[in-house]
């Protein structure tokens, strides 16, 4: 029979080796870290998340306000209304606003429950209730006969097709044009960035695990660790969102404060969302306007296979992949991702000009 002395030796022993093992990673990801954080940074003198616009507030069609701030010369010929994605807010469109709304009128709004939004009731969540939030949005910023071109990243080129399928009358008269930014017309995988072993046991595992963590004391204690484990957050950041290793740590870090800014339950709310999202029946109405589809080919968080499929099945639409970047291209290549906007509003401008 084993005595209780040997027994409780060797769990002292186990739990010695786990307390070390943990101790050892945790050490090397500072390593890691500091030598990342020692490497050149152009992007350090950068005032991230302190460019704003003129702040309105816009109520959504359930009562829920939502922030949106208007930069610009307010006699522009077009507005460019910008959609973020899933957990980020209107800030993540920095380079966007240093380098288009300096001679466009731009429109930057926070998704509901996500920045300086309201909190969405839970069963109000879904893409086309982001749908409609956007056209409220639209109407109140750009009324009248005002053209519009629509600029959704992410889940906010979800909102964009959304909107595309519950107003088409809207599209080639008050939306002239649209921008598509690493996004996908049907349910994302949200395992593509494991290895591929363990994809199906995470996706069976991910909707009791997401509505779990964001429940009660549960959800609590998921706060507390995403608020503590700024050294785990930031290479996941860098290694999930951005393509290229060399990534700016400001630029990642910057990223990493939006991401934990978003409650855990406001994620799980939109994580069923975007699950059930399909719109692919809505691409073919957006091809009575100039369609531009770009896309990073390292990104990690939606295939950009997606972005082919969303370009075939829009007519005429013009397909972008920037060579080494990832899902926040917006972020890590904006000179590229500016200038193909820009040509963008400048087509649907001249398209629409003509069909006067």
């Known amino acids: 029979m084993v005595s209780w002395r040997r027994l409780t030796g060797v769990t002292g022993l186990a739990a010695g080796a786990i307390a070390a093992g943990a101790g050892a990673v945790v050490l090397a990801e500072k390593i890691a870290i500091g030598r990342i954080r020692l490497r050149p940074d152009p992007a350090a003198g950068e005032p991230f998340g302190d460019i704003h616009g003129e702040p309105m507030t816009v109520t959504a069609d359930d009562g829920l306000p939502l922030h949106v701030e208007i930069s610009g010369p307010p006699d522009a010929p077009v507005t460019i209304i910008f959609c973020h994605g899933y957990t980020l807010n209107s800030d993540v469109w920095y380079y966007q606003r240093a380098g288009l709304a300096q001679s466009a009128r731009c429109v930057f709004w926070d998704q509901r429950s996500h920045g300086r939004s309201g909190r969405s009731d ?110 785990i957050a930031f290479l996941g950041t860098r290694r999930i969102a951005f393509g290229d290793p ?68 829009v007519r005429d639409a013009k397909l972008i992949r920037i060579h080494g970047a990832g899902h926040v291209v917006i972020l890590e290549r904006p000179e590229e991702v500016n200038e193909a906007i820009a040509d963008l509003v400048t087509q649907a401008l001249t398209v629409h000009m003509g069909d006067e």
């Open 246 to 313: 060399r990534a700016s740590p400001t630029l990642v870090d910057f990223l990493e404060r939006i991401i934990r800014a978003t409650p855990i339950d406001v994620i799980a709310d939109f994580y069923v969302a975007l699950v059930g999202h399909e719109k692919r029946h809505a691409l073919k109405v957006l091809g009575n306007v100039p369609v531009l589809v770009l896309t990073g080919d390292r990104d990690r968080l939606v295939d950009p296979s997606l972005s082919d499929g969303i370009a075939s099945a």
């Open 122 to 231: 839970p069963d109000l969540v879904s893409i086309d209730q982001l749908g409609a939030d956007l056209h409220e949005v639209m109407m109140a910023t750009a009324p009248g006969d005002m053209p519009v071109v629509l600029v959704g990243h992410s889940m906010g080129g979800m909102t964009v097709m959304a909107l595309a399928d519950q107003h088409p009358e809207l599209i080639g008269s008050k939306i002239i044009g649209a921008v598509l930014i690493s996004t996908a017309a049907s349910t994302v995988d949200p395992t593509i960035w494991l290895p591929a072993p363990l994809r199906p046991a995470v996706r069976m595992a991910m909707p009791s695990m997401m509505t779990g963590a964001s429940k009660g004391r549960v959800a609590e204690v998921v706060e507390r660790g995403r608020q503590s484990a700024s050294d």
